[in-house]
């Protein structure tokens, strides 16, 4: 299924405001409750942090991928890269509670691995009051 | 009331990060774009220092590519690439027909205005897609040194 939204760019920290920008702009077309839009934002730059953080330490910064689709109520995203995958970090500067906090925020979490072998993290929201279908035909 | 922090002579202000890389959106055709696109540009060319009444210019430019790229998709969705470099951004709009460049810019003709995507674009020049299925549109905004006006009219 061809996403509503697909965002592109380097997995970089002063990327990820662009990201939470992005969604901003799409909770305002989708007319999305203020504090629903936070917590997808929030669960959003959660996994795009993860990206930054740990999918290409020790080298060049690869792509991040950020996918949205709107379908029968429900916001689904994925955040991808094309990092090793989604591993303890022992020595993160981090306190390990990225993971924790999108589950607590998202109706369901997904990780796992594309057909491409990139890694995703995948997340669905119900847009309660704003569940349309964006796809314009 | 006295706020030392702020006060402080030893505060530091960090300038704005810029947007690094390519950034590459891709769009459902319809009322996605618009917001989506003008949040995006504004922020790449705030964070690469573009003049606010360029960045104002900017926004209307992409207010008029969303109102009039819908019917020239090639297949429901549309591609946006957006790369700063230095004084200028490069704002490539792909997944277009063959044909839909040119009636992109046509359809951006506004009585007693002209055309909105010729008059805020410095330079424009059109592609074929690299696919050979239809072409892309890549509009020039610049807003270093040389003013935005200069490349107005040129093709």
Do not use: K
Not at chain 1, 22 to 44: K, N, S
């Amino acid at each position: 299924m061809t996403p509503d939204l697909q965002l592109s760019l380097p997995a970089r920290a002063e990327n990820i405001a662009l990201v939470r920008h992005a969604f901003g702009a799409l909770g305002d077309a989708l007319a999305l409750d203020e504090q629903l839009l936070t917590d997808i934002r929030l669960a959003i730059t959660e996994a795009c942090s993860n990206v930054v953080v740990h999918a290409y330490a020790g080298r060049e910064p690869g792509p991040l991928e950020v996918d949205a689709t709107v379908r029968d109520g429900m916001l689904s995203v994925i955040v991808r890269d094309e990092g090793p995958g989604i591993m303890p970090h022992p020595g993160s500067p981090g306190l390990g509670l990225g993971l924790p906090l999108i589950a607590s925020l998202a109706e369901s979490v997904e990780l796992g691995r594309d057909e491409l072998d990139r890694t995703e993290v995948r997340m669905a929201f119900a847009l309660s009051g704003a569940g349309t279908d964006h796809r314009h035909t | 009331m006295t706020d030392e922090l702020h006060d402080s002579p030893a505060r530091v202000r960090l300038p704005p990060q810029p947007v690094i890389g390519p950034v590459t959106l891709h769009v459902a055709s319809g009322p996605l774009i618009a917001p989506v696109l003008s949040r995006v540009v504004s922020m790449i060319l705030a964070r690469a220092d573009c003049p606010v009444d360029r960045l104002d210019e900017a926004l209307i430019l992409c207010d008029a590519l969303a109102a009039h790229v819908p019917p020239h998709s090639r297949d429901g969705h549309i591609s946006f690439r957006i790369d700063a470099r230095a004084g200028t951004i490069e704002l490539r709009v792909a997944e277009l027909g063959h044909g839909g460049a040119s009636g992109l810019i046509a359809d951006a003709e506004l009585p007693d205005v002209g055309n909105v995507i010729e008059h805020f674009s410095s330079s424009r020049r059109i592609e074929p897609a690299a696919d050979g299925t239809g072409e892309e549109l890549v509009l020039d905004l610049r807003f270093g040194s040389a003013s935005p006006a200069d490349g107005r009219g040129s093709a």
